[in-house]
């Protein structure tokens, strides 16, 4: 099933169906996603792809962002596979988890008032696997969807694992120079490294007009070397600044606590909104002092992500973001 969360799509499917489409994935999310190498590719050439002469013009190369695999079990907690359609493993998706707890719903395995836990299994070695993320049913301005629990953040270099970046001010406050994004453009001087379950770098633009275009990030121009820095090396990336790779956004300020950003993600490339990369820009902006705690909003091209940002005693404690998701036709 296709489902649609901020105009990111995945695609829901359960081992069993990979397995009667003749992909052998393994019956334990873990051990599968240890084997991801032998399944993966297969699973998004089987459900991910246009069917033929459906591709609209100027259309991504595939009709979703991924792939959600699960559940591996009948009650929760509910494990999970993101595989992104280049075959890689995701930590999180924000809009990713979103929709999968709504097909728990659509499929009767849990109810609508029931929180749950939700746990990630992925292969990469620079993280902790699985990655648990607590859903709790909710409704904000009399919308129906989910608040999802992703944790506190971490910030820095050595949050994300990333080499060569140096220091630098944004704000009057310490951000960091990531030399592969300045040689692509020189107005990015200013990033913030955030771990929220996955890496991201958030660079900060003086102004909202100073943001890439989703039509520019499309463009061979910029598409090309900003795969290359944000794409883990031997996966179509340098390993610059980050072996592993890395989400990149950059970010402005529209008003008081809302945040305007686009997305260019680890393994899919430019996309039209991503719930981690809204979480990741919020926190960015608190560490910055352009938002304060509390609720928070950023805008993207797919639409507006929701956040709580909880602190105490001067420090993130937890980040919490709304989604709903939807049947995509």
Known sequence: ????????????????????????????????????????????????????????????????????????????????????????????????LTIFAQSLVYQGRVKGEQGFTLNVHHDKTDAVSPVPVSVEPASADGVQGFWLDLGAPAFGPAAVAAEGAEASRFNARDT????????????????????????????????????????????PTLERPLTAIAYA??????????????????????????????????????????GTSATAVACAAWQVGLVAAGQVSVQMPGGTAPLKLLEQDGRLTGVRLFGTARLAP
């Open 1 to 96: 099933m296709l489902y649609d969360a901020r105009g990111n799509r995945y695609v829901v499917c359960s081992p069993e169906l990979l397995r009667s489409l003749g992909i052998g994935i393994a019956g334990e999310a873990a051990q599968a996603g240890r084997e991801r190498a032998t399944w993966a590719d297969a699973a998004i050439a089987a459900l991910c792809h246009w069917p033929a002469g459906a591709q609209p013009v100027g259309a991504k190369a595939h009709r979703s962002d991924g792939l959600l695999v699960g559940p591996f079990q009948d009650s929760a907690p509910f494990d999970l596979l993101i595989v992104n359609t280049d075959g890689s493993l995701a930590e999180r998706s924000g809009n990713g």
């Open 176 to 219: 960091w120079r990531v030399p592969s994004l300045a040689a692509v453009n020189g107005d990015w001087q200013h990033s913030v490294f955030v771990r929220i379950g996955n890496p991201h770098c958030v660079t900060w633009l003086d102004n909202p007009e100073a943001l890439p275009s989703m039509a520019q990030l499309r463009a």
């Open 233 to 274: 090396q031997g996966d179509q990336g340098l390993g610059l600044p980050c072996v592993a790779g890395i989400n990149l956004q950059w970010a402005a300020r529209l008003g008081p606590q809302q945040l305007a950003a686009r997305v260019f993600e680890r393994g899919e490339g430019p996309t039209e909104s991503s």
